[in-house]
């Protein structure tokens, strides 16, 4: 059975720095592409990046390019989000996702953890 | 940029068939993907590339995309399917999602 597991998140101040992971388990996790998707407090799911399988290619939406960065670990089954220049608005829960094997879609997904960025 | 747009809400009496739109400038010619989520759990997968239906999600669950519409129907709608839904395209290196439905049944 597929399991992804998320951890890292906090309470951290604005302008500060996080790495959230996400644990894979029950399917091979070097055969496929991953994903972190966010939703903030009462609101709507956003997508934040893609990691390819080998984690050579990467992709990230506008909001967070050049302040988080994606990566993965296929000798320990993990994945990673390092989150920095936090900002309020950055407050959300992250979830970490798996693509889907015949189009860009999300099959499987964690439970999420939470981030809040406060003083 | 391209933006997908979803009704607030959608209300469907118990037993009767819900339809959740997603418009896209030309969607059809896109993959569209949908997902439902209960308060204070995650998403979960209910239809893939417009008409699939992934393993355990009931087949009162279909999905339809032509022109600038894709639709989610929701037959013989339950209790149980109360939720937010949201559909999602990739686009230009770009997964989006829109901003969700509310469906009540009543």
């Known amino acids: 059975e597929v399991h992804l597991v998320e951890s890292g998140g906090g309470l951290v101040q604005p302008g500060g720095s996080l790495r959230v992971s996400c644990a894979a388990s029950?399917?091979?996790?070097?055969?496929?592409?991953m994903n972190w998707v966010r939703q903030a407090p009462g609101k709507g799911l956003e997508w934040l990046s893609y990691?390819?399988?080998?984690?050579?290619?990467?992709y990230y939406a506008g909001s967070v390019k050049g302040r988080f960065t994606i990566s993965r670990d296929n000798a320990k089954n993990s994945l990673y989000l390092q989150m920095d220049s936090l900002r309020p608005e950055d407050t959300a829960v992250y979830y970490c996702?798996?693509?889907?094997?015949?189009?860009?879609?999300?099959?499987?997904w964690g439970q999420g953890t939470l981030v809040t960025v406060s003083p | 940029s391209y933006e997908v747009t979803q009704p607030l809400s959608v209300s469907v009496a118990l037993g009767q068939t819900a339809r959740i739109t997603c418009g896209g400038n030309?969607?059809?010619?896109?993959?569209v993907h949908w997902y439902h989520q209960k308060p204070g759990q995650a998403p979960v997968l209910v239809i893939y590339?417009?008409?699939n239906r992934p393993s355990g999600i009931p087949e009162r669950f279909s999905g339809s995309n032509s022109g600038n519409t894709a639709t989610l129907t929701i037959s013989s709608a339950q209790a149980g399917d109360e939720a937010d839904y949201f559909c999602?395209?990739?686009?230009?290196?770009?997964?989006?999602f829109g901003g969700g439905t509310q469906l009540t049944v009543l």
């Open positions: 029950g399917f091979t996790f070097s055969s496929y592409e």
């Open positions: 590339m417009n008409t």
């Open positions: 030309n969607i059809g010619s896109k993959n």
């Open positions: 999602q395209v990739w686009d230009s290196s770009t997964m989006l």
């Open positions: 996702a798996r693509m889907g094997t015949a189009s860009y879609y999300l099959d499987y």
């Open positions: 990691i390819s399988s080998s984690g050579t290619g990467s």
